[in-house]
């Protein structure tokens, strides 16, 4: 078991045709660490969905050939998807799409609806068919409901959001708008901006909009609905700040691109702190700072600044191999890590090394790191993680839904630090989390237990398989 992302949502409104799948894709790519499982765009055409998704990566699933059958558009949507809830097969991809008595609605989701079981067995009860094994379709089932009895889409969203509990980022489009939702804890990241053109983009994270050309403009706020249409930008604010916010202190420590911006923190910065907070609660007399790549190298850049011990490239990695965590069994997942990072050896041998990743789940990942340092030369090998420990698992879209093979629910300290073969470990003190953050209202319930919501009664990835 290892952590995993969740998902990416990207989508464009605009005023004029224009070549709306080329610039999805574009965002698609740089949200793709997000999700490798899986992939889609939904263009709306003179109000027709046009749509291709499927597993694999970007590159993979959008080649030129299928990107030459997407028409001009003036709306998009897009997603990469890794399954926090549900299988991996293809009526798990995303966008969802919905065909009713008042029109088309596509659908993209970033998080984990916890009461989707209770939800999902309501609807079934009540006739609902369901095809998919993703929380997102029982979102799509309910919204649905309540369009047919509203008088706007945004209004049956609005509705919707009642009965919804847990995390979702969520993307709408219609025959006419594009509708960008925050659940009302913020758990996950969503914001705007817009290009020189006047095309609005939404997108989990800022690298996205960068990506595009597009000009930030804010985040969306928790509980807040935003609508994308011709008759400008209206916002919904009614319902916000009804809840204590509580977004994912992950998407700082790990999710997120370093190079994104999220709710005014940055996030390479987030992780610079952490480094040097590291420093000055565990120090260690030691000869080079290194980084797990790449989820470790912001932390240990500040590592060293704040020690004074030099930082160096001490592993080298094969960006060509997917993250390994993508990998589905254990085996497979072993073997990725054997190809995936290499030490150098001229920065390692012979010297005190201080490792810095930012967590230990399992434990098998950092065991067989700790060995190639060794194995390369390495005197000492200190590990220093640049968050708390991993206890508890998280539903609000992080793939861990029990905490029996989290490492640091189970043993000491001491004892994983045995375990991993380091001759130290430390921690990021968890009371540092609100240092790193800067801003009040974080979820932190992995590292001490505490939700914001009602703990799920089913738990399991599984859930909704074999009912």
């Given at each position: 078991?290892?952590?995993?992302?969740?998902?990416?949502?990207?989508?464009?409104?605009?005023?004029?045709?224009?070549?709306?799948?080329?610039?999805?894709?574009?965002?698609?790519?740089?949200?793709?660490?997000?999700?490798?499982?899986?992939?889609?765009?939904?263009?709306?055409?003179?109000?027709?969905?046009?749509?291709?998704?499927?597993?694999?990566?970007?590159?993979?699933?959008?080649?030129?050939?299928?990107?030459?059958?997407?028409?001009?558009?003036?709306?998009?949507?897009?997603?990469?998807?890794?399954?926090?809830?549900?299988?991996?097969?293809?009526?798990?991809?995303?966008?969802?799409?919905?065909?009713?008595?008042?029109?088309?609605?596509?659908?993209?989701?970033?998080?984990?609806?916890?009461?989707?079981?209770?939800?999902?067995?309501?609807?079934?009860?009540?006739?609902?068919?369901?095809?998919?094994?993703?929380?997102?379709?029982?979102?799509?089932?309910?919204?649905?409901?309540?369009?047919?009895?509203?008088?706007?889409?945004?209004?049956?969203?609005?509705?919707?959001?009642?009965?919804?509990?847990?995390?979702?980022?969520?993307?709408?489009?219609?025959?006419?708008?594009?509708?960008?939702?925050?659940?009302?804890?913020?758990?996950?990241?969503?914001?705007?901006?817009?290009?020189?053109?006047?095309?609005?983009?939404?997108?989990?994270?800022?690298?996205?909009?960068?990506?595009?050309?597009?000009?930030?403009?804010?985040?969306?706020?928790?509980?807040?609905?935003?609508?994308?249409?011709?008759?400008?930008?209206?916002?919904?604010?009614?319902?916000?700040?009804?809840?204590?916010?509580?977004?994912?202190?992950?998407?700082?420590?790990?999710?997120?691109?370093?190079?994104s911006i999220i709710d005014g923190v940055d996030v390479h910065t987030s992780r610079v702190k952490a480094g040097q907070i590291l420093a000055q609660c565990a120090p260690v007399e030691a000869d080079v700072v290194i980084g797990v790549p790449d989820s470790g190298l912001d932390g240990a850049i500040g590592y060293a600044y704040e020690s004074k011990i030099p930082y160096k490239l001490g592993i080298i990695k094969n960006k060509y191999i997917a993250?390994?965590?993508?990998?589905?069994?254990?085996?497979?997942?072993?073997?990725?890590?054997?190809?995936?990072?290499?030490?150098?050896?001229?920065?390692?041998?012979?010297?005190?090394?201080?490792?810095?990743?930012?967590?230990?789940?399992?434990?098998?990942?950092?065991?067989?790191?700790?060995?190639?340092?060794?194995?390369?030369?390495?005197?000492?090998?200190?590990?220093?993680?640049?968050?708390?420990?991993?206890?508890?698992?998280?539903?609000?879209?992080?793939?861990?839904?029990?905490?029996?093979?989290?490492?640091?629910?189970?043993?000491?300290?001491?004892?994983?630090?045995?375990?991993?073969?380091?001759?130290?470990?430390?921690?990021?003190?968890?009371?540092?989390?609100?240092?790193?953050?800067?801003?009040?209202?974080?979820?932190?319930?992995?590292?001490?237990?505490?939700?914001?919501?009602?703990?799920?009664?089913?738990?399991?990835?599984?859930?909704?398989?074999?009912?």
């Open positions: 078991m290892s952590i995993h992302e969740e998902c990416g949502v990207f989508g464009m409104f605009s005023t004029f045709q224009q070549d709306i799948a080329s610039i999805v894709k574009v965002g698609l790519f740089a949200l793709q660490h997000r999700g490798q499982e899986s992939c889609g765009i939904v263009v709306n055409a003179d109000r027709q969905f046009y749509t291709h998704k499927d597993l694999g990566l970007v590159g993979d699933v959008f080649t030129n050939e299928v990107m030459e059958k997407f028409p001009q558009g003036t709306l998009g949507i897009g997603h990469v998807r890794y399954a926090t809830t549900g299988a991996t097969n293809r009526n798990n991809c995303q966008p969802i799409e919905v065909n009713h008595q008042k029109g088309l609605l596509a659908l993209a989701h970033n998080g984990n609806i916890s009461n989707a079981f209770e939800l999902r067995n309501e609807l079934e009860l009540n006739g609902a068919i369901f095809h998919s094994t993703s929380d997102t379709e029982t979102i799509a089932y309910i919204v649905t409901r309540e369009r047919l009895k509203s008088k706007s889409i945004e209004e049956a969203i609005s509705k919707a959001m009642n009965y919804l509990d847990g995390a979702y980022s969520l993307l709408f489009m219609s025959a006419t708008k594009m509708i960008a939702v925050r659940d009302p804890y913020g758990f996950r990241p969503l914001c705007y901006g817009v290009m020189e053109d006047g095309t609005y983009i939404v997108a989990s994270e800022s690298c996205a909009l960068d990506a595009v050309g597009a000009k930030f403009v804010r985040d969306v706020e928790p509980n807040e609905i935003i609508v994308f249409s011709r008759d400008g930008i209206q916002s919904y604010k009614e319902n916000c700040k009804k809840k204590e916010k509580a977004t994912c202190v992950f998407e700082y420590i790990y999710f997120a691109r370093p190079d993250r390994t965590f993508i990998a589905p069994n254990q085996s497979e997942r072993i073997n990725g890590v054997q190809i995936k990072l290499n030490p150098i050896k001229s920065v390692i041998e012979g010297k005190r090394v201080v490792l810095i990743d930012d967590s230990i789940v399992r434990g098998t990942t950092c065991r067989r790191i700790v060995d190639l340092l060794r194995k390369n030369g390495a005197k000492e090998v200190h590990m220093r993680i640049s968050a708390p420990p991993f206890k508890y698992p998280c539903f609000y879209g992080t793939d861990i839904d029990s905490s029996e093979n989290l490492i640091a629910n189970q043993l000491t300290i001491e004892q994983i630090r045995e375990k991993i073969g380091a001759d130290s470990l430390a921690y990021l003190p968890i009371e540092e989390l609100k240092t790193i953050v800067s801003h009040e209202g974080i979820c932190t319930s992995c590292f001490t237990g505490q939700y914001p919501t009602q703990v799920p009664v089913d738990t399991r990835k599984s859930r909704f398989e074999n009912k």
